[in-house]
């Protein structure tokens, strides 16, 4: 199973890093997906079919708080798997995120930080996870027998 993805976050430099750490953590991937803010990424759902959303917290126009608000709300989006990536450090903020069913990676991060936390969020198992990639190799992190 490939996964589409949607990266949300109004860096496009951390956008790029974001894409080439899901490049190296060795998860099958679909089509990515980039939005710069939260309006953005509405719209981006709505163009596409997204597996998987990783989104920043702090960001102009709509920030990821109130773009998750909204993605749970949508009986289309409620159950899509999300996963915050930002620096954000409030307890309080994080625990009113993680109460919306996300798990929260904080950056900087490992491809296998990242890998883990979406086989976590996506029900995904290493075992359905395929190693081969287009040219033969085998992607950063080995295999997925731990």
């Not at 890093?17 to 309006?39: C, D, F, K, Q, Y």
């Not at 920043?56 to 709300?73: F, Q, S």
């Not at 490992?110 to 033969?136: F, K, M, Y």
């Amino acid at each position: 199973m490939n996964l589409n993805v949607l990266i949300v976050d109004d860096s496009a430099v951390m956008r790029a890093m974001i894409r080439r750490t899901l490049l190296l953590s060795g998860m099958p991937l679909g089509e990515i997906h980039e939005a710069g803010n939260g309006v953005e990424a509405l719209t981006q759902l709505g163009e596409h079919w997204v597996d998987l959303a990783l989104l920043d917290v702090n960001m102009p126009v709509m920030d990821g708080e109130e773009l998750l608000t909204h993605i749970r709300a949508s009986e289309e989006w409620r159950a899509l798997a999300v996963i915050i990536v930002s620096t954000e450090s409030s307890d309080t903020r994080l625990a009113r995120l993680r109460a919306h069913g996300v798990e929260i990676v904080h950056k900087p991060f490992t491809p296998e930080q990242l890998r883990n936390t979406i086989l976590q969020v996506t029900g995904l198992t290493h075992a359905a996870v395929s190693t081969d990639t287009s040219d033969g190799s085998t992607p950063a992190g080995g295999d997925f027998d731990f």
